[in-house]
């Protein structure tokens, strides 16, 4: 039955293709037998119908040979568009050496024109960096969307070209004439359509490379109106938090909103928008890029000018300009309010000053009222232990250098106060101390316990050191038993394969 089944089956297929053939040589001969109107002579249509329709008509559509035209300019200027874009994002994340970048140039010059040397288009070879190639490519894609345009101004879709065209120009170039002109094209397609979200994140994002913040927070919400609107017409129960609504977009407009608010110095309502777009979002790394956003809002209880001003100082700082940044500092502690806040810019100018400005004992004094300050507040917070470690190493360090001058005194002092906390070097501390106390024996031996207390954190000599010290002050307070003790310990580590 089956095998019969086949050539009845080949047979309809035959039929069916016989007969789709006659059906389109029958419409072609229909169609071919339709008058072609002329002098605006449409037979069967009264006169002021064609008028009317005409007017409107030339607003609307174009001829078939102009839609063709204008669909060739606009397939060359999206290629164009492509070439450049890749060149551009591949440069920037560095997917690939320039020199491979630059021959995707060539290859698409020479596509532009065979013959280079006489194309006007065409630039020397010696350009190689990828900035300047994807430029070039793009204007020629500019100029090639703008001549679509002019044959169809009905098509939308060059006119979105052209928007991406400028917004990659601006970012490229920096000339902010660029997002001008694409909010130029912007305001053009929502003449004719104010229901897509996307113009009107295009227009925001616009906005925030101009730095119009006012614009671009206003833009970011009309976006996030529209999205919800029209997820309710997707919906049947009218419900916009439903799955109908892009929840990505969403907690991007969002996030626009709380950024352009904080760039308007509203700190709560910026911390409202980011908080609601970190609870929405789905994905992990942008729920913590928007929790770091807060933290910087919030640094100094919301004072948003200050938390600029201690960008703007780190930038110098890290630029190794030391007294701009220090007075950076200087400046922005006159705007704070909260006393973590101080307690951090305090210890950047005491950072500054002992490391880099040979200010040793002002920034000494500095971190010494940091310390007292944490130690009153009893606030526990993630910089505290750092503030202690440095005000330690600085106190020691500046014992040091007295001891290293012959002034005992303050050495004792200062490396006395650095003993007095728990961080890295105590056991060193302690061993300065037992070496300035050598003249008091009982000093000394006691000094030199508490150091072996911290043994890992000394070096093998610095414990011989001590062996060695404990043998002396024990044999000076005829404690000859204990002396020979730590003297038989002194020479088992002197024998050691370590030392």
């Known amino acids: 039955m089956g095998i019969k089944f086949y050539p009845f089956l080949i047979i309809c297929l035959f039929l069916s293709v016989i007969s789709c053939s006659l059906n389109k040589s029958l419409r072609k001969d229909q169609l071919s037998k339709l008058p072609s109107p002329k002098d605006d002579y449409y037979p069967g249509v009264d006169s002021t119908v064609v008028k009317n329709a ?78 300047e190639s994807s430029l070039h490519i793009l204007h020629q894609a500019e100029k090639d969307a703008n001549q679509a345009k002019l044959i169809n101004p009905f098509d939308l879709d060059i006119r979105s070209l052209l928007i991406n065209i400028y917004s990659r120009m601006g970012e490229i170039s920096g000339n902010l004439n660029f997002y001008t002109k694409a909010i130029e094209e912007l305001k053009n397609l929502l003449q004719v359509d104010k229901s897509n979200p996307y113009i009107y ?147 950047k100018v005491a950072s500054i000053d002992f490391n880099h400005l040979s200010e040793k004992l002002e920034a000494i004094e500095r971190m010494f009222q940091v310390i007292q300050s944490i130690q009153k507040s009893g606030n526990s917070h993630e910089l505290n232990d750092v503030y202690l470690q440095d005000y330690a190493a600085m106190c020691y360090s500046i014992g040091v250098d007295y001891y290293n001058k012959h002034n005992y005194r303050f050495a004792y002092i200062y490396i006395n106060q650095a003993a007095q906390f728990e961080w890295e070097h105590r056991g060193d501390c302690y061993l300065q101390l037992a070496m300035l106390s050598e003249v008091n024996p009982h000093e000394s031996i006691q000094f030199c316990q508490k150091a072996l207390a911290y043994s890992k954190q000394l070096s093998d000599e610095s414990q011989n050191k001590i062996q060695k010290m404990l043998t002396v002050s024990f044999i000076r307070l005829g404690e000859f038993d204990l002396a020979q003790n730590y003297y038989q310990k002194f020479l088992n580590s002197k024998s050691s394969p370590n030392n």
């Open 54 to 131: 005409n007017e409107i008509a030339d607003r609307m559509f174009v001829d078939y040979d102009r839609r063709n035209q204008s669909s060739a300019y606009h397939n060359s200027a999206k290629t164009s568009f492509q070439i450049a874009d890749s060149i551009w994002n591949c440069h920037k994340h560095k997917t690939y050496p320039d020199s491979i970048l630059l021959k995707l140039f060539l290859s698409w010059q020479r596509g532009r024109d065979n013959d280079s040397k006489q194309n006007d288009n065409s630039i020397p070879g010696r350009m190689i960096r990828p900035n």
């Open 201 to 347: 994140e295009r227009l925001a994002e616009c906005y925030f490379a101009l730095q119009d913040w006012e614009n671009c927070y206003q833009c970011f919400d009309k976006a996030e109106q529209v999205l919800l609107i029209v997820a309710k017409f997707k919906n049947s129960k009218n419900n916009p938090s439903s799955a109908s609504v892009d929840t990505a977009r969403w907690v991007y407009y969002l996030q626009g909103k709380g950024e352009a608010q904080a760039k308007l110095y509203d700190s709560a309502l910026a911390i409202t928008y980011l908080t609601r777009a970190k609870q929405m979002t789905h994905s992990a790394s942008n729920a913590q890029q928007l929790q770091n956003y807060l933290n910087w809002i919030e640094w100094d209880g919301g004072n948003l000018k200050a938390s600029e001003l201690r960008d703007e100082a780190q930038h110098v700082e890290q630029a190794g300009e030391y007294k701009k940044a220090h007075s950076k500092y200087l400046q922005l502690l006159g705007i704070l309010t909260t006393q973590q806040a101080k307690n951090e810019i305090d210890w």
